[in-house]
């Protein structure tokens, strides 16, 4: 069939010397109504009816991502998670004055404390008033335990605790032979010649638990787990 011949069913051929070039379908969408002269982006419309939002919307819906936000930060400290700055040297070496570490508050509504587990507490009621109402120190005995400082030496039912997280020689004194109570469990500083605790204000109520500290994230250079 010749170019820009008939065809039988009476379609017309396009090619051919003189026939218009097809019709893309950017020819389409330039036809459309409202199109301005400008390519829209793929899903944009330059060309419609938008609007630009209302101050007042804008304001509101500002308010109500802040307020979203504030509410959750506060859902996360109260029920999950919470930052505590380290203001003494009692668990030096292993935390700092000025650290600050992040204490899991559901860590023992779903699991058990353990040996060696360090931990925030409130500030046993024995002690006078003072500036600070959370202590941190690390799990030495559970309910039951036996223990004893022998020789600068920690024991737990008469065989000696490994204390790995301690520098070597460290002594431990002032802990004659004791029993953990049940619902209470024996914490010490890791500093044990500069800490205030249980050798000062004895065993304390596993319901005084704020929850473990289970990372340090400050400072940035020495961010890790304990």
Known sequence: MAPGADYPDGRVSLIGEGAPPPRTTADLFRE??????????VYGNRGGDEQPPHPVRAVLEWLAVIIGALLAALLIKTFLFQAFY??????????NIGDRVLVNKLSY??????????????KPESLPESDIDEFIKRIIGL???VLEALDGVVFVNGAPLDE??????????????????????????????????????????????VGQAFVRVWPLDAIGGL
């Open 86 to 95: 380290i203001p003494s040297s009692s668990m030096e070496p292993s935390l």
């Open 143 to 145: 309910p039951g335990d």
């Open 32 to 41: 459309r109504p409202g199109w301005d002269g400008v390519d829209d982006d």
């Open 164 to 209: 790995t997280y301690l520098p070597d020689a460290t002594f431990t004194s002032g802990l004659p032979e004791i029993i953990v109570p049940p619902d209470h469990v024996y914490v010490l500083g890791d500093n044990r010649g500069n800490s205030t605790d249980s050798r000062v204000f004895g065993a304390i109520p596993t319901d005084t638990i």
């Open 109 to 122: 509504e779903f699991g058990d404390v353990e040996r060696g587990d360090v931990i925030v507490f409130h």
